[in-house]
């Protein structure tokens, strides 16, 4: 990967309090930018912490200034955290060879438009350290896989279209067969027969095993590509959870008040999603045990339940619904 920022020695040498098992751990990562005139702060992330498990597709989602893009520019250590730390694989991510085996795709790049398509790889791929012998192999492999024709390897970048430029950013994220992708909004510009295309295949880097991070705001791509997704709004972590849960054909959520703590964890480690707006507490449970064990716990505490609905639901409609709360 290029553009990397170098870690202080307080930070390469932090204990190790995160699992190997977990591709991506964040832990508390803040952000918060300082005008030097005018003095007024913004907190664009606020305390979040995920863990993406190895080997899954996972979506950060959100509205626009959610602070997405100031999180994943985090983990990369492109932007340094107010607060907070990260990790890949288990190493901190301020220490420049955890991350190695990454390939990222930004959601604005800036490709040379002077460079051929075989150029810009050839260039990006030395940057990763490989030789001659296995960029001539790559090149032509990449660029059939992610559908652009032999024709237009020779010829110049500034002469493709939003969603071929796309499609070469994601061969340029794939150069060094990295354990780890993550890609700002991958189909942006991409025609619906290329957005399919390019989930396909997403879908068979998993199967090999590559752990994929998506960022993005299309939200029927993020549900036919994503095992597990977190909601980001104003900065923090709204909702979280598997996508079959929160999109269950059928279930039940709970919301009840003045929930102590200890009892919504409970509950939390049982529902397939959940979150607490101030003294509100949801659950979503996707089957009538689980709900009824909740509500006799609830009532065992004097908790007040507000209500019990059946739910039928898209990804869209969950994500509406936590932005709106």
Known sequence: MGNTVSATASQAEAPATFAPEFAIESEGLTKVFRSRWTGVSVRAVDGVSIAVRRGTTFGLLGPNGAG???????????????????????????DPPSRRPIGYLPENHRFPTYFTGTGMLEFY????????????????????????EQRWARVRVGKYSKGMLQRLGLAQALMHSPALLILDEPTDGVDPVGRLHIRGILKN???????????????MEVEATCDEVAILHK??????????????????RVTAVDVPEPLVTELGASASAYSV????????????EAMNDALDKL????????????????LEEVFVKAVQQ
Request: net charge positive; proline share 3%; hydrophobic share 40%.
């Open 299 to 314: 009532r065992a505490t004097h908790c007040q339940v507000e209500s019990v609905i059946p739910t039928t639901s898209t």
């Open 125 to 148: 791929g030395a940057l990763s350290g490989m030789d001659s012998a296995s960029l001539s192999k790559r090149i032509p492999e990449l660029m059939e896989l992610v559908g652009l």
């Open 235 to 252: 900065g923090r972590v709204a909702l979280t959870g598997r996508v079959k849960d929160l999109t269950a054909g059928k279930g039940y």
């Open 205 to 219: 880097l998993e199967q090999q095993g590559v752990t994929i991070f998506l960022n993005s705001h299309q939200l």
């Open 277 to 288: 707006h101030e003294n509100e507490a949801e659950f979503q449970f996707a089957a009538r």
């Open 68 to 94: 997405k893009t100031t999180f994943v520019k985090m983990l990369l250590s492109a932007v340094h955290p107010t607060a907070g730390r990260a990790r890949f694989f288990g190493r901190d991510t301020f």
